[in-house]
């Protein structure tokens, strides 16, 4: 194996793509050649490196310096001082500030780990980060009940939105004797504000394939799929690489480590449509149909795509299951307060000094989330609301910031944890308006089958437009409750019934706003 | 006219999105056209009716000509917060378009979309494949600009 003396980790996503650094890529390669350094110093190409807004962004090791907003001109200065003569560019380097938040959010990751450390594209990365021990100590020792067991023991609990314990669903599915179970992940990311799956799937795909070998082998599927939204190409790319390195590493295929047990994994692409994230609506669209929900029951686990019984998870529960099957269902509820172990990827935005992302304990305040992970409210602006969980989440004011960040704490202020999104508003932002754009989300990506989520969805875009414009009145607003309710109580899957979140709020905790922009004060 | 990418399919219903897919990808207008979808329909065995059905459920198909390049700004609350609509209304101006409509020298086609999951750069959006992000109505002109050379 080749030494080098240096390594630089280049992170690769949607957010460097777009500031250019495959070119960047390419001539700091030229440049160390041109100065005989391409011996001794290698480039790897990472996921997200957690920074965002920070264009090209790299990391040197073992020097650990970050370089942030690198641009073409930089490369001769950065090759000359850093690499020649081992001074790093302070000028472009992390600021102590920042510098100190990079480090602090790697603390306690489970499934970003290894994100922003391994190249993605290499499963040799992955393999040497202790990747697929949990598969191979699935697979020779451990029956599939004790799987099932195992994740039942560790309190993980779907993070998708519902929060349904994982270990459990599994259970329904395991005993069921069928020719064929299927496995399938929800990737269909779309809930507004949520990114914690791409980060997930650029950064570290192998993560995800070891969760689905494990999680499929305690179902008893012997065919996998991932669905995927088709907007996530780089995910879908890097998806690709590694379960075609997987296959070849025989950690896929049939009779895997002479086991006995086959396992293929497919990719699925989705076409638009944020209903699709609904379980029984993915399978529909998985099997060539429109993305209309199906009636429960019978549920997935009994008869779902193709009428074979299908277990639905999504990213990051399945992200986080070969840590509990290296480690121990113990190690895992060592995260997080009781009944809702482990960590959460958090996804924060909006009026917040750093944008992106932190994986914390569950449990962790919203407070804690937005000051200390998201660099705090921006300069000389206050904290005024925070919509929690995307678009289907709750707006919270201000005395609810230190909530508890986990399913059972925010489910005492009628809110939930969702995807994990946060989104941060100042006290610039009007509800009216932040409503409106919710409610035009919902209206845009109802599916139509139902009346009570379409029809609702209508009514509800016409009397927050009315308000907008200054027409409304206090009956409106009355009507909009008795149409979210209605529609939460009617409504024929999840997304009809999720309004009444986000109207309900804003309504009770800002209705200042709304006043004020009625025709009768 | 489409065996190449049929022939990468088995003749079943699942394999539908992703022959529309490729199709639309393939096509310069970006589009399924109505033959074309007689043409998978003969493909698959299914009616034209399930698959005009699913083209008009999903966002990313097209049944109208589109143009060369394809703009879809995020309009997602994230996005909307930090001035989406100042940009649809910048790119409605220098291209002098409607959502959902086509420039007249056919290089580009307006789109609002959901979520992109780039939200820590709100506001963002795609042309093509490409995500571009902190949008600004000086960043807007440059990157139209860039698509204009020809790219």
């Known amino acids: 194996m080749k030494f080098y003396r240096s390594h630089i980790l280049i992170g690769i996503d949607d957010t460097s793509l777009a500031a250019g650094v495959k070119e960047f890529e390419a001539l700091l390669l030229s440049e160390l050649e041109k100065n005989k350094l391409a011996d001794e110093i290698n480039i790897l190409e990472t996921g997200t490196l957690g920074l965002f807004g920070t264009g090209v962004s790299m990391t040197v090791f073992p020097d650990q310096v970050t370089y942030v907003n690198l641009k073409i001109e930089d490369i001769p200065e950065i090759v000359a001082e850093h690499f020649l003569k081992g001074r790093p560019v302070s000028r472009l380097a992390l600021k102590a500030p920042l510098k100190k938040h990079y480090d602090f959010n790697y603390k306690n990751r489970i499934v970003l780990e290894n994100s922003g450390k391994i190249n993605p594209e290499d499963i040799n990365d992955y393999l040497a980060a202790g990747g697929y021990e949990a598969w191979e100590k699935a697979l020779l020792n451990m029956k599939p009940e004790q799987i099932v067991n195992e994740v039942k023991a560790s309190g993980l609990r779907g993070r998708g939105g519902a929060g349904f314990p994982t270990g459990l669903k599994w259970s329904f599915t395991a005993p069921i004797q069928a020719p064929q179970k299927l496995f399938v992940i929800n990737a269909d990311e779309g809930e507004p504000g949520t990114f914690k799956d791409r980060l997930i799937m650029e950064g570290d795909p192998h993560k995800l394939l070891e969760g689905v070998m494990i999680s499929s082998y305690a179902v008893g599927a012997t065919k996998a799929y991932i669905y995927i939204r088709g907007e996530y190409k780089l995910c879908i790319t890097r998806l690709e690489i590694a379960i075609k390195d997987a296959y070849e590493y025989g950690l896929l295929g049939k009779n895997i480590f002479e086991s006995g047990f086959d396992l293929d994994i497919f990719i699925k692409i989705g076409a638009g449509a944020y209903v699709c994230g609904e379980e029984t609506a993915l399978i529909e669209s998985m099997e060539g149909n429109r993305g209309n929900p199906r009636s429960k029951p019978p549920f997935p686990g009994v008869e779902g795509a193709w009428k074979l019984p299908t277990v639905v998870n999504n990213v990051e529960t399945i992200a986080n299951v070969p840590g509990i099957i290296t480690k121990g269902a113990e190690w895992f509820t060592g995260y997080g307060p009781d009944g809702c172990s482990g960590t959460k990827v958090y996804t924060i935005m909006g009026d917040v000094n750093l944008p992106g992302l932190c994986e914390v304990d569950m449990g962790t305040s919203l407070r804690t989330i937005i000051d200390e992970f998201g660099g705090g409210i921006i300069e000389g602006h206050q904290f005024k609301a925070a919509l929690v969980g995307g678009a289907a989440g709750v707006f919270l004011p201000l005395e609810r910031l230190d909530v508890n960040m986990d399913y059972n704490s925010l489910r005492e202020y009628a809110a939930v944890l969702g995807s994990g999104a946060v989104l941060v508003m100042d006290e610039r932002t009007d509800i009216v308006e932040m409503l409106y754009s919710v409610i035009r989300f919902f209206r845009h990506e109802s599916c139509g089958k139902c009346s009570p989520c379409a029809n609702g969805n209508e009514m509800l875009y016409q009397l927050i437009s009315k308000i907008r414009k200054g027409e409304g009145t206090q009956e409106d607003l009355d009507n909009m409750v008795v149409i979210a309710d209605t529609m939460f109580h009617t409504s024929f899957c999840a997304l009809g019934q999720s309004l009444v979140m986000p109207v309900k709020s804003a309504l009770e905790h800002f209705r200042a706003d709304f006043l004020k922009r009625l025709k009768i004060k | ?151």
Do not use: W
């Open chain 2, 1 to 151: 006219m489409y065996e190449q990418i049929f022939g990468k399919y088995t003749p079943e219903k699942e394999n539908l999105i992703y022959i529309l897919h490729e199709i639309q990808d393939s096509d310069p207008q970006h589009y399924i056209s109505e033959e074309t979808v007689h043409l998978v329909a003969d493909y698959l065995n299914i009616q034209p009716a399930h698959i005009f059905g699913v083209l008009t459920f999903y966002t990313m198909f097209s049944t109208k000509p589109r143009g060369k390049n394809i703009i879809r700004l995020c309009e997602s609350p994230p996005c909307f917060h930090r001035g989406s609509e100042k940009m649809l209304l910048k790119l409605a101006e220098m291209l002098k378009v409607k959502i959902g409509e086509t420039t007249a020298d056919g290089l580009f086609t307006l789109e609002l979309c959901a979520c992109l999951g780039v939200c820590g750069n709100a506001p963002v959006m795609m042309i093509n494949d490409d995500v571009y992000g902190n949008l600004t109505e000086e960043k807007l002109e440059s990157i139209i600009n860039s698509y204009k050379g020809g790219k």
